[in-house]
């Protein structure tokens, strides 16, 4: 069973940075692709960065595109999100989604962490 533990949300005042972490475990790292999600208190979750498993892309909202990077590392079995320039809009839990490279739905999820950008 894959297990995703995300890390690094906190309190940030405008204009700053965090690094999300997500560890995964449970299956073998190099089968699934992974992606990150939010959700701000009384909306939906949605999409935030995710990596295309053919040709090694990734997709960003528009909303944080050119402010966050997703990357991975192979070797620890992570992901993470680097988020600069943030803004009060980004204020959400964040979550770490793995899916099967060959499907196409997320099928696993982390607990989240809380990301909080004071103004």
């Known amino acids: 069973q894959v297990q995703l533990v995300e890390s690094g949300g906190g309190l940030v005042q405008a204009g700053g940075s965090l690094r999300l972490s997500c560890a995964f475990s449970?299956?073998?790292?190099?089968?699934?692709?992974m992606a990150w999600f939010r959700q701000a208190p009384g909306k939906e979750r949605e999409f935030v960065a995710a990596?295309?498993?053919?040709?090694?892309?990734?997709s960003y909202a528009e909303s944080v595109r050119g402010r966050f990077t997703f990357s991975r590392d192979n070797a620890r079995n992570t992901v993470y999100l680097q988020m600069n320039s943030l803004k009060p809009e980004d204020t959400a839990v964040y979550y770490c989604?793995?899916?099967?490279?060959?499907?196409?739905?997320?099928?696993?999820w982390g607990q989240g962490t809380q990301v909080t950008v004071s103004s």
């Open positions: 989604a793995a899916r099967d490279a060959r499907l196409r739905d997320y099928d696993y």
């Open positions: 449970g299956r073998s790292f190099s089968n699934y692709a």
């Open positions: 990596e295309h498993w053919s040709g090694g892309s990734t």
